[in-house]
């Protein structure tokens, strides 16, 4: 089946895509955008719910091979040191899941070759690339404080910045008495009300989507207007490859719909949007006789030199209470060791942002396998409940032409497409850079009076994605030109992080934002200089098969009913995990066998079958029964883990015994800012 011809078909209805979208539409071009995910339905989202914790574990977690959505597609990790990606599909991408943090690259992040000798310089500058960093602040809707002296001088945040948190405020003093830099980060999370967006109420809960709206996703910020105003967004479209007319000419696309039937959508020209995993999976994909080893691949690049963030966190324990459950992802924002210095044994930038707290089940359950149980079960969670800071670290990731995206040979989709492999390992640059940070900033804890200080030196999941269609002036040596348009298809561009040549130390949502705007930008103003495809002829299909490796998580009708000796078992297991003492009751004393169970498993029911091999009668109880399943069936094991605690900390009496309201909103009060002023905590970074 062809569809309609369009001026511009945009392949994915993130960040990049919707502003390309937006730039060419209002040029006149009639656009189509192609979204593999769904609209997102901010009903649904978990954060104002009392199962929040454990819906956001699994259904709304950030890595897709958890998930296991329909609209997923796998990623292989079989040769890789990760051990998750975050990415999402859906209208809005990735931002449906992302923080908000919207920093920028710095100007030395463009020129890390001239300076350090890392990596590439860019074919651009900062300079060149402020008026679109501000152009989106406005589109996004950011929030922040002017005169970062990380930066150099431009336009203020359109929006005044969101409160420094009472755990952000210990931070900003303890800098402000060791002279570091630190300052409110900028965020695209609305503090005031703005172009039909709700102030932030506060809940911490942006990692799982926005229930108030307050955080900016082009689901509200760009496409519900360019839909009203014709654009076409086809969404649930999963693209199977792009098509090439006899010149060699990007010509549209082939996508199958939620039905499983076919379609070609042409185009004049073809703008991917799809991520840096995404898009090389696509145009390696689409590769045909004329170009065998993939779209825009005469480099060889094409995949290559594939960057991600992984992390450093570092966290603080305090005694005071902080309500750190509460807070957007990052109030304060530390670039006093931003820069590159070799002299410290490595090269790179790197930004650190303090995120808040969690709930109570994060706290006690901070990973599988890694609770706390027994008679240091309550310590521990009045320890860090409302008391816990982290900042979390991360930076430049050197490119390196073995770090790549291939396509699977043993993981299909659901449509039966071949799944992206990341092939990947963390550089010995990456680990000594997080061995040194973390260690700074233990000191800006205790700066800050913290009690104690945990570490984890390097946290092996990649999120933020970059580099595999990098950007330069020598087709040689990258994938496409200055302004994101393929060296080998000129009708070819690509807006998301694959064109990136060096990842920087920042989050990157708002430069790939302005990127994709310079680069859109210079499509409608050069449109008449892109060659166009021939129109008459007739694409073939090539009909999608069965996936393979993979399997979707259907949600079950209704939880099976569970057996009274099967509750029974887990109440009793249950106090021995959590026994009563320090004022608390046992999980018993508070229906855990009962009313929470079924709580718990409405929630999750993927855990139901392995809760089952769980509540066998065993040799053990209680703890040796956790570290008996740790050895013979660890799915069963983190089952039980996740029911007990799980439905513990769902209970109201329970709840209210540890001072936990839960994820309650707390309207923010710009008018109320800034008391950083008041005592003077960014003096010493004004003065110089």
């Known amino acids: 089946m062809t569809d309609k011809r369009a001026d511009v078909l945009v392949i994915g209805a993130g960040p990049s895509g919707a502003v390309a979208a937006k730039r060419m539409a209002e040029a006149g071009m009639k656009v189509v955008c192609l979204e593999q995910g769904e609209w997102p339905d901010r009903t649904r989202f978990p954060g104002d719910k009392l199962d929040y914790e454990l819906t956001a574990l699994k259904q709304w977690s950030w890595d897709p091979n958890a998930r296991r959505l329909p609209q997923d597609y796998p990623i292989d990790l079989s040769e890789s040191e990760l051990i998750g990606i975050g990415n999402f599909n859906g209208v809005g991408g990735s931002a449906t899941l992302y923080g908000g943090i919207w920093p920028r690259l710095t100007p030395s992040n463009f020129r890390s070759h001239t300076l350090h000798g890392y990596g590439a310089d860019w074919p651009l500058t900062y300079e060149e690339l ?15 404080l002017e005169g970062n002296p990380a930066y ?26 060791l002279g570091w830099h630190w300052w409110p980060d900028c965020n695209a999370i609305a503090s005031v009300d703005y172009e039909g967006r709700r102030p932030c109420v506060q809940r911490g809960t942006c990692y799982s989507g ?33 098509v090439i007319d006899k010149r060699g000419l990007a010509a549209g696309a082939e996508w199958y719909d939620r039905n499983g039937v076919g379609h070609i959508q042409e185009a004049d020209l073809v703008i991917c949007a799809a991520n840096a995993i995404g898009t090389p999976r696509l145009l390696l994909a689409s590769a045909n006789e004329r170009y065998p080893d993939g779209l825009a691949n005469s480099s060889g690049l ?22 750190s459950w509460r807070g957007h992802r990052s109030a304060v924002g530390c670039m006093q060791f931003y820069e590159s210095d070799e002299a410290r044994g490595f090269v790179g930038t790197a930004k650190w942002h303090l995120e808040p707290g969690a709930g109570p089940l994060t706290q006690a359950l901070p990973a599988p396998g890694l609770g706390v149980w027994g008679d240091d079960h309550h310590p521990r969670v009045a320890e860090r409940l409302g008391h816990t800071l982290t900042w979390a670290i991360t930076g430049d990731d050197l490119p390196s032409e073995a770090n790549r995206v291939v ?38 804890f205790a700066a800050a009076g913290a009690s104690k200080v945990e570490t984890m030196p390097h946290v092996p999941v990649g999120t933020h994605l970059y580099g595999t269609a990098r950007m330069g002036e020598n087709p040689g040596r990258s994938v496409v030109d200055r302004w994101g348009l393929a060296h080998d298809i000129p009708n070819l561009a690509i807006v998301d992080g694959s064109v990136f040549v060096t990842s920087g130390g920042v989050n990157p949502t708002s430069s790939i934002s302005a990127l994709a705007l310079r680069t859109a930008d210079y499509l409608a103003t050069h449109r008449s200089q892109i060659p166009r495809p021939e129109r008459s002829r007739t694409f073939a299909l090539t009909p999608p098969g069965r996936a393979k490796g993979y399997g979707i998580s259907e949600p079950a009708e209704a939880p099976l009913a569970f057996k009274p000796a099967e509750r029974e078992r887990l109440a009793a297991l249950a106090d021995k995990l959590i026994p009563s003492g320090h004022g608390k009751p046992a999980p018993s004393e508070v229906g855990i066998g009962e009313g929470l169970l079924d709580r718990v498993v409405a929630a999750r029911p ?42 513990y900390y769902m209970s109201a009496e329970v709840r ?26 960014l003096d010493h970074l004004l003065e110089n």
């Open 130 to 144: 402020l008026p679109f960093y501000e152009r989106t602040d406005r589109e996004f809707g950011v929030s922040g």
């Open 152 to 177: 150099p001088l431009g336009a203020a945040p359109p929006l005044p910045p969101l409160p420094v948190t009472k755990g952000g405020m210990r931070l900003a003093r303890g800098h402000a008495r």
């Open 407 to 444: 396509l699977s040979d043993n993981l299909q989709d659901p449509s039966g497409f071949a799944a992206p492999k990341v092939v990947y390992r963390v550089a010995d640059n990456t680990k000594r850079m997080f061995e040194w940070h973390v260690e700074r900033a233990r000191e800006s």
């Open 656 to 681: 209210e015994l540890i001072g936990y309201p839960g994820d309650e909103p707390v309207p923010v009060r710009p008018e109320a800012y800034p008391p950083y002023f008041e005592e003077g905590l």
């Open 302 to 323: 094409l995949g290559r030199n594939l960057m991600l963030h992984t992390w450093a966190m570092v966290t603080g324990i305090f005694e005071e209470p902080l309500e």
């Open 210 to 242: 926005c229930n108030e709206g307050a955080k900016a996703s082009p689901d509200l910020t760009h496409w519900r207007h360019l839909v009203d105003r014709g654009v076409r967004l086809i969404d649930g479209a999963r693209v199977r490859r792009l």
């Open 606 to 647: 993927d855990i139901v079958a392995a809760l089952r091999r769980a509540l066998q009668p065993g040799s053990g109880d209680g703890v040796s029964w956790l570290q008996e399943l740790g050895d013979t069936d660890v799915e069963a094991r983190d089952a039980l883990e996740v029911a007990v605690a799980g439905g």
